[in-house]
């Protein structure tokens, strides 16, 4: 399953970038221990095969959730936590399920679940700290994301990072989330969904030839998009590059007819 959330960011040339943070910020649920995480080796054989047959279904239940089967994926994740309710991956996937439902209330209860039987699983913490970004508690959020973070092995300190950034941004403190993102792209500069977000970031910091740097990698690419091309003439428009600015309004027009990002450039509504 890891492999398959790794995945998410080069699924991008036929996704617009929005969907496709929405899809990644999501979460992957760890039906596996992490490196670093607690494992009940010493356990009973006994408990063992509770956990084997709770682990079987646990892939069953990820799988309805990545396929977008939420409730079916919720039907057996219950029968999961009959069979083993210490199971922490489960309580983490059960949180991840309730935030696509918009249950805030029940995501809460789950991930403080998954937290309290394992409290180094990096993977929950990054999810509950998502969760507390979209309810705006941003300070809650940074100390879950910088918790994720304090496991060297954690595998997921890019999408972390980016998230820290993405809440600071919300927040209004800029200059943390530029250096949130910075790190982020440092350790995933592959990534588009951080480099348009750090290009926001340095544009509304009014930092626009780094701005341009970074949405200029996106926009030369097949990754190129009607959000990051009105970003791209945004920030031409900024440097006075007529000859760019046009070059990116013609695609957008071209490519993104019907776009939000079309109309704005009609109506020349580049400070909007």
């Known amino acids: 399953m890891a492999a398959r959330c790794r995945s998410t960011a080069g699924a ?16 992957c649920a760890s039906s596996a221990p992490q490196s670093g995480a607690r494992t009940d080796v010493t356990a009973p054989n006994v408990e063992s095969d509770v956990r084997k047959r709770a682990h079987i279904r646990l892939e069953l239940a990820s799988s309805y959730f990545e396929e977008g089967k939420t409730e079916i994926a919720l039907d057996e994740l219950r029968q999961v936590l009959v069979t083993d309710p210490s199971y922490a991956d489960a309580w983490n996937l059960r949180g991840l399920i309730y935030m696509r439902l918009g249950d805030p209330a029940q995501a809460e209860e789950s991930f403080r679940h998954a937290v309290a039987l394992d409290p180094r699983n990096s993977d929950t913490f990054q999810n509950y700290g998502w969760l507390q970004c979209q309810q705006g508690r941003y300070q809650d959020a940074e100390r879950s994301f910088n918790q ?24 209004g403190d800029l200059a943390a989330a530029q250096r949130s993102l910075a790190k982020s792209y440092e350790l995933d500069a592959g990534n ?11 544009y509304d910091q009014r930092q626009y030839e780094r701005a341009r740097f970074y949405i200029r990698r ?32 013609e695609q957008l027009r071209k490519r993104f007819p019907q776009s939000p990002q079309r109309a704005s450039l009609d109506r020349k509504a580049f400070d909007e």
């Not at 977000?197 to 340095?202: I, N």
């Not at 097949?222 to 031409?236: Q, R």
Request: aromatic share 4%; glycine share 10%.
């Open 12 to 27: 991008l040339a036929a996704v617009a970038l929005a969907g496709l943070l929405t899809t990644m910020l999501a979460g």
């Open 148 to 171: 994720a973070l304090q496991n060297p092995l954690y595998g997921g300190r890019p999408k972390t990072y980016l998230t820290l950034g993405i809440c600071q941004s919300r927040a």
């Open 192 to 202: 588009p969904v951080t480099g348009y977000t750090l290009s926001r970031v340095l």
């Open 218 to 249: 996106i926009n030369n690419s097949e990754l190129a998009n009607a959000e990051s091309l009105w970003l791209g003439i945004k920030v031409e428009n900024r440097l006075n590059d007529t000859q760019a600015m046009g070059q990116l309004a």
